[in-house]
Every structure is written in C-alpha cells, then in structure tokens.
C-alpha cells in the first residue's frame, strides 16, 4: 500500500522542506564536482584541472552549508511538529556530512602534488599498477551514485514514504557494495606498495578511506530517513 502521509500542509512546511530539498541537491553537486576531481587527477592526470576542481568543491560546499543554516532556522521557527523537527534536523547534518566528507578528501589529494608522480612512474615499472587509479575512480562513481539515491529517497520523504524507504534501503546496498570495492582496492594497493613509497601508499590509503566515508554518510542519512518514514506511518 503506498503511503500518502503528508505532513508539510502548511507554508512554514512548504517552504521549509523546499530548503531541505535545495541542501540535498547542493550536497550531490559537491559529490559530483568530487567525481569530476578524481578522473581529473587519477584518469586524466591533470594538475591544473585538478586544483580547479578543489576550488570548486569547496565553493559549493559553502553553498549547501548556507542551505543547512536556513533549514535549521526554518525549524527554530517553528516549521514542522517538535516530534519530527529533532529528526529532520539530523538529516541535514547527515547531508552535510556527506558534503565535508568530499571536502576534506579533495583537500587530502591536494596535499602533495608528488602522489600524481610516483603512480605514474610506478605505472611504469608496473602496468597492473594503473589498477589504483582505475579504483579510485570506480569508487567516486559508485559514491555519485548513491548520493543520487539518498536525494531521491529525501525527494519522496513527504509524498511517498513507502517509496522514500525503498530508495534508503537502495541506499544501504549501495553503500555495502562499494565497502566491498574499497576493500578489493586497499588489496590492490598493498599489493603495488614496493612499487611506491610509503607516504604515497599513505596518502592514496587515506583517499580511498575518504571516498569510502562520503558513502558512509550518506547511509547514516538514509538511516534517518528510514526512521522519519516509519514515524509518520504511525
């Protein structure tokens, strides 16, 4: 049965659910920009772009922080009854965890142009090496991806419940399935590291950790997602 449960009838719910939404898109164009990043530094090699990109991402992560703050206003106002305003407040901290999750990886891949070196000549010695790069990648896309998700599952919150829990719990596959790619990766990379020196094998270590914590956020979200559908069933 599908659940049509609509709990924003009034103009401070309206509106305030609109902020919500808007935050969630800015938060998947960091995620995006963040995709955009990693093929430019581990596919195309390219410095310049890269650093670009960096900017970029941290310039749309003030955009969806700004979102928050005016959400949490909306419900300080007094938007939405108190028993849902603790939950939907989580959500958008959840968001913007996932949104400074992209912001400090892309600052840690900023951190040493020389990482960009070292796979490029371990590539040399080693073509199977190319497989970190390829990785890295793959795991961005997959994060994009679930990010999308987690939009559509807040999307549906107010209008379908039944709908919003599956896409959370589309989620959480989501999520499990690009652990067991970051784990296959981390195997790669240890499996390349004589080929490398230890700060780049660090360095690309933390990377991976970082891309992997974007979707792990995104399912702490999706979880309170989960929670907000089953409260408004009852």
């Not at 093929?39 to 979102?67: M, P, Q, V, W, Y």
């Not at 007094?78 to 849902?84: K, R, S």
């Not at 890295?136 to 107010?158: F, H, N, R």
Request: glycine letters at 6%; proline letters at 1%; charged letters at 35%.
């Amino acid at each position: 049965m599908l659940i049509g449960f609509l709990p924003i009838g009034g103009k401070k719910e309206k509106e305030a659910f609109s902020l919500l939404k808007r935050n969630a898109g800015e938060v998947l164009d960091v995620v995006k920009k963040f995709e955009e990043m990693i093929i430019a530094s581990f596919s195309e090699r390219d410095i310049a772009k890269t650093e670009a990109l960096g900017r970029k991402i941290s310039d749309l992560e003030t955009n969806a922080d700004r979102s928050r703050r005016k959400f949490t206003s909306a419900l300080h106002k007094g938007a939405f009854l108190p028993v849902f305003r603790g939950d939907l407040s989580r959500v958008a901290e959840r968001l913007d965890d996932v949104a400074d999750a992209a912001e400090e990886t892309m600052r840690v891949i900023l951190l040493r142009e020389k990482l960009f070196t070292a796979l490029a000549n371990a590539e040399k010695k080693r073509k199977s090496t190319k497989v970190v790069g390829e990785g890295l990648v793959k795991m961005a896309g997959l994060t994009t991806k679930t990010v999308e998700t987690l939009k559509s599952a807040l999307d549906m919150m107010m209008s379908n419940v039944d709908a919003a829990n599956e896409k959370a719990n589309e989620v959480e596959k989501l999520e499990h399935e690009l652990d067991i790619i970051e784990q296959g990766l981390i195997n790669d990379l240890y499996e390349h590291e004589k080929l490398l020196d230890p700060i780049s094998v660090m360095q690309l270590k933390e990377i991976i950790d970082g891309i992997g914590s974007i979707s792990d956020r995104a399912e702490d979200a999706s979880d309170v997602i989960t929670i907000i559908s089953y409260s408004f069933k009852i």
